[in-house]
C-alpha cells in the first residue's frame, strides 16, 4: 500500500461545475497536509495547508480533512480552464520532521 | 519578492561525469529542501537543511549523492559518477522558520547520457 494515494485520473469537469479531489494516506499518526497544482512543465505550486479535523476554504478552494477516516479532499467550485492542472496531495507524516510524502496526482481537465 | 531559484535550468551530462546543482532559497527562509520528480509522479524527498545543518539525508539513493549549504542559505546537491537512472527533474524547495508549508523551484531538468 502506498504512503499516500491519489487516483490518478483523468478528471474532466465541465466549466462552472465543483471538481473534487481525493487522498488517502496510510500513517494514521499524520498531522500536516498539502495541496499543490503543478501546471504541465511547471513546478508545484502551493494552494492550500490543513493541519485540524473539517474543513478550510480559501477562496473557490477548499480542503476537506477527517484524520479517523485518513481522508483528505480538495474542492474547487466554480471550476474554470485555466484549473486544468495535476493536483498532487502531500503529507508530513509522522517521525518525519519536515519531509513531505506525495502522492502521484489527479490530473484535472476543466471543459469549456 | 523572489522566489526559489535553481541553477542550471537544464543539465546534459555523458555518464560517469560529476554535475552540481545550486539552489537559493527564498531569502530569509531557514529550511531547504531537495526533492527528485519523475515523469508522471509526485517529488519523492531527497534530503533537508535547517540553516547550515542537514537535518535528515535519508532519501539519497546511495553514496553518489550529496549535498551541502554551508552559509545556510545556497545550496549544492552533488551528484559523482552520474548514471542514466539518475536522469530526473530535481527540485528544490524552501520555508520560513516554524512554517511547514513549502515553496518550490522551477527545477533542473538532468539528462545523463
Known amino acids: 500500500q502506498k504512503e499516500v494515494e491519489q487516483n490518478s485520473g483523468p478528471l474532466s469537469v465541465p466549466e462552472g461545475a465543483i471538481a473534487s479531489l481525493n487522498c488517502t494516506y496510510s500513517?494514521?499518526?499524520?498531522?500536516?497536509f498539502f495541496w499543490y497544482r503543478q501546471y504541465s512543465g511547471k513546478s508545484p505550486e502551493l494552494i492550500m495547508s490543513?493541519?485540524?479535523?473539517g474543513d478550510k476554504e480559501d477562496g473557490r478552494f477548499t480542503a476537506q480533512l477527517n484524520k479517523a477516516s485518513q481522508y483528505v479532499s480538495l474542492l474547487i467550485r466554480d471550476s474554470q480552464p485555466s484549473d486544468s492542472a495535476t493536483y498532487l496531495c502531500?503529507?508530513?507524516?509522522?517521525?518525519?520532521?519536515?519531509?513531505?510524502?506525495f502522492g502521484s496526482g489527479t490530473q484535472l481537465t476543466v471543459l469549456p | 519578492g523572489a522566489g526559489v531559484s535553481q541553477s542550471p535550468r537544464y543539465k546534459v551530462t555523458k555518464r560517469g561525469q560529476d554535475v552540481a546543482l545550486r539552489c537559493d532559497p527564498i531569502?530569509?527562509?531557514?529550511?531547504l529542501y531537495w526533492y527528485r520528480q519523475a515523469l508522471g509522479q509526485g517529488p519523492e524527498f531527497l534530503t533537508y537543511?535547517?540553516?547550515?545543518?542537514?537535518?535528515?539525508k535519508s532519501g539519497l539513493p546511495n553514496d553518489r549523492f550529496s549535498a551541502e549549504r554551508p552559509e545556510g542559505s545556497i545550496s549544492t546537491l552533488t551528484i559523482q559518477r552520474t548514471e542514466q537512472r539518475d536522469s530526473a527533474m530535481y527540485r528544490c524547495?524552501?520555508?520560513?522558520?516554524?512554517?511547514?508549508?513549502?515553496?518550490f523551484g522551477p527545477g533542473t531538468r538532468l539528462t545523463v547520457t
Open positions: 524547495a524552501s520555508s520560513p522558520g516554524g512554517g511547514l508549508e513549502q515553496y
Open positions: 500513517d494514521r499518526g499524520s498531522q500536516s
Open positions: 490543513i493541519y485540524s479535523n
Open positions: 502531500a503529507v508530513i507524516l509522522s517521525g518525519s520532521a519536515r519531509q513531505l510524502t
Open positions: 531569502s530569509g527562509h531557514v529550511s
Open positions: 537543511f535547517n540553516y547550515e545543518a542537514q537535518q535528515d
